[in-house]
Structure formats: C-alpha cells, structure tokens
C-alpha cells in the first residue's frame, strides 16, 4: 500500500521542483510573415544563386530545385552540358513541390498553392490557395515554438522560416 504513495509523492516532487527541465530548448528561433505580406510575396524575379537547396523535380527540359523555406529556381536543361538558370519563384515557407503539366503545387508556408507557368516558364501566376493545409514548420531540431516567443508574436503571422541562434 506505501508503494502507490511513495510513487505519487516522487511525482509531485518531480511537478513542483520547476519546470525548467521540462522546457524544450531549440537552436533555432522562427521568423514570422504576415499572411498578406506571404501571399503577396509569391513572384517570379530574376535566377540568383543557389545556397539551400532541397528537393529536385526535372519536367522536360527544366530542372526545378527548391530553395529551402524560399523558392524554387527554375532551370533550362535543354541543353545538359550547361544548363541555363531562367529564374526563381520565391515561394516563403517552400519545402516541397511537384507538378502536372506547367502548374507547380508548392507549400506556401501552410498554404498549398497551385502555380501556373507561362511558355518557357517566363511567367507565373497563383491559380489556387487552399489555406492552411499544412501544420505551421517546427524547427530543424524539431521543437516548437517557445511560450515567450509565441506571446510576442505578431497577429495574423506564419512562421515561414527558422533561422540558427
């Protein structure tokens, strides 16, 4: 009979001792967007180098490299011997695409976007968004958010990013 009291005091001990070891702690802390400011964002720019790439999906000539949490560089193959940057989609929150046809589906944060490309993928314009599809990115670490950083957090933002302390 001792045993179950002796295990619930050590818990209760264990409870009121602090909750400091029980706080996750990540190497990372998250950026936040607004969300108009993250939907805005998405364009076609010039092709710029490559620092973070992710997944590659190749559709005919084109090699289509995500650029981790901010794009997808869009790349001329036509030619394997050199291949030819053409552009890049910045895309917040990007860690994965696929595509059918000339329309590329992409995370947008925890959005999915269905992006639909011009010849020669010289354009671009979002033809759907579903909101909030995905969960929110948990950091490279995989902890959440901390309370305090969620307590400051600006109204109607996304985190689309995590960067290293």
Known sequence: MKKPHLVLL???????????????????KPVFMYRTDMENAVQLHEARTIENPGKIYLKDDYIFVNEKYS???????????????????????CI??????NVLYADNAVDLIAVKFGQ???????????????????????????WEVEQARPENSIVVKWIKN
């Open 10 to 28: 050590l818990l209760a001990v264990l409870f009121l001792s602090g909750s400091d070891i029980y706080e996750p702690y990540s190497d990372y």
């Open 120 to 146: 020669e993928y010289n354009s671009a314009e979002i033809t759907e968004r579903v909101r909030n599809v995905f969960p929110e990115l948990r950091s490279p670490d995989g902890w959440y958010i901390p």
């Open 71 to 93: 794009g997808v560089h869009i790349i001329d193959n036509s030619n394997p011997i050199n291949p030819v940057k053409i552009g890049f989609l910045q895309i917040d929150g």
């Open 96 to 101: 994965d695409i696929a595509m059918k046809g």
